[in-house]
């Protein structure tokens, strides 16, 4: 008999500490994918929001009919410079679509910028075809990072709007 209750008590004990122990490996799983998440939503809010300044200073750039050329140019590589560093942190930490998606925007807007840096004027054909094709590529970008944030739980809208 007494076999019986000492077995019945290891078992009882394996089962409990097997139980706590995937709890808690689920437990980690789901916080480390939920730290994930938010470092992405993170870094696509912040590359958002470096590919827009540097477009919102071509535009004004390229809207100043008195700015020399020499100062269009600065102006214009300057307000692009921060977008390269975050380009490199897209490029390590997003998954491949949404990469892809980084990549085209950032060419297009480099395009944009350096029509802009070629002293092209906002109401140039040239320039707003460009204008065109970048507001293009970031509504794409938008969706890939939307769609990898909400396949990782990461929520947001189906409005195609950040």
Same mark, same amino acid.
């Not at 938010?38 to 870094?43: E, P, V």
């Not at 997003?94 to 297009?108: K, L």
């Given at each position: 008999?007494q076999w019986?209750t000492?077995? &019945? ?8 500490t097997? !139980?706590?122990?995937?709890l ?6 789901r ?6 998440t938010?470092?992405?939503r ?12 540097a ?9 100043d009919?008195?700015m ?5 140019r ?8 921060p977008?390269i560093?975050m ?7 997003a998954? &491949?679509?949404?990469?892809? &998606? !980084? ?8 395009a ?9 004027p906002a109401d140039?054909?040239?320039?707003l075809?460009g204008?065109r094709d ?11 990072m939307?769609e ?6 990461g929520?947001g809208? &189906?409005d195609g709007r950040?």
């Amino acid at each position: 008999m007494q076999w019986i209750t000492l077995i &019945s008590t290891v078992v009882g004990a394996v089962i409990a500490t097997g !139980s706590a122990m995937l709890l808690d490996a689920r437990r980690w799983r789901r916080e480390s994918s939920d730290r994930e998440t938010q470092m992405r939503r993170t870094l696509y809010g912040d590359y958002l929001a470096c590919l827009s300044e540097a477009r919102h200073t071509c535009g004004n750039v390229a809207r100043d009919p008195d700015m020399q050329l020499a100062a269009r140019r600065t102006t214009a590589r300057e307000a692009f410079g921060p977008c390269i560093g975050m380009r490199y942190q897209m490029t390590i930490t997003a998954p &491949s679509p949404v990469v892809d &998606s !980084s990549e085209d925007a950032f060419r297009r807007l480099r395009a944009l910028r350096d029509r802009v840096m070629e002293g092209v004027p906002a109401d140039d054909p040239a320039y707003l075809e460009g204008r065109r094709d970048y507001d293009d590529a970031l509504a794409r970008l938008r969706v890939q990072m939307r769609e990898d944030l909400r396949g990782r739980g990461g929520g947001g809208g &189906s409005d195609g709007r950040a």
